[in-house]
């Protein structure tokens, strides 16, 4: 069965630079997550889109933005790069029309960035 | 808010023994608790979830129990083998009114010694 597809896979970045992270949900889900996970911790929220519009938004940095396109596929977009950036950044997705299923929420393989 | 604490931490239990890892939860109205498991550099999987119209589910060698009551769910591995060595997540729903989310325990890093 399709997986969430994250790329890439790894990224370095010199701090102060851009990143752009992209997620390709599971067809026919129509919500996209974006978690933080940093060394040892548990996953934080950042954002969510539904239907390609922001649904909720958690401790996301101003730096740092999302948006999810017509083919729901979504992009979240990190500016400024600090050292305390780095960290491992999943996207989930899960079917909000799907009656109970929305609950459940798949990860991908996530993107491992690393800012020096 | 929600908010889901995690224990043990960790976890170390010889190959075929039990493994039980609990959480609690703090809004009474959450009514969906999954489990995940993190393998070294993947994403969270889900293992097996419990909705608050039940108390116990199983798959094979898994299991989760949930008292309500109580605010507390737990993960039953039973005859553990090494490739359960993971850490594993806990978590809640955080739902408002136009959205809803996944609020995470702390995690437990189990080993499975073989």
């Known amino acids: 069965a399709a997986g969430v597809i994250q790329s890439p896979r790894h990224l370095i970045k010199e701090k102060r630079e851009t990143a752009t992270l992209k997620c390709y949900p599971i067809?026919?889900?129509?919500?996209v997550y974006w978690y933080q996970q940093g060394p040892g911790q548990d996953p934080q929220f950042l954002i969510s889109f539904y239907e390609k519009m922001q649904s909720d938004k958690g401790s996301i940095p101003d730096r740092f933005s999302a948006q999810q396109f017509s083919d729901y596929h979504s992009e979240l977009n990190m500016s400024s790069l600090e050292l305390g950036d780095s960290a491992l950044y999943f996207c989930?997705?899960?079917?909000?029309?799907?009656?109970?299923?929305?609950?459940?929420?798949?990860f991908g393989s996530g993107t491992q960035l690393s800012v020096l | 808010g929600e908010n889901v604490e995690q224990h043990p931490s960790t976890l170390s239990v010889q190959e075929g023994d039990s493994a039980v890892i609990k959480c609690t939860y703090s809004?009474?109205?959450?009514?969906?608790f999954p489990w995940y498991k993190q393998e070294l550099g993947k994403g969270p999987q889900l293992i097996i979830d419990i909705r608050s119209n039940v108390g116990e589910k199983k798959d094979q060698r898994i299991a989760v129990t949930l008292n309500k009551t109580a605010k507390h769910f737990s993960l039953h591995i039973t005859e553990t083998q090494p490739e359960d060595s993971a850490v594993y997540f806990c978590a809640a729903p955080k739902p408002t009114d136009s959205s809803y989310k996944l609020i995470f325990g702390s995690g437990t890093r189990l080993l499975v010694r073989p």
């Open positions: 067809p026919r889900h129509d919500t």
């Open positions: 989930a997705s899960s079917l909000e029309g799907g009656g109970q299923e929305y609950e459940k929420l798949f």
């Open positions: 809004d009474s109205a959450s009514n969906y």
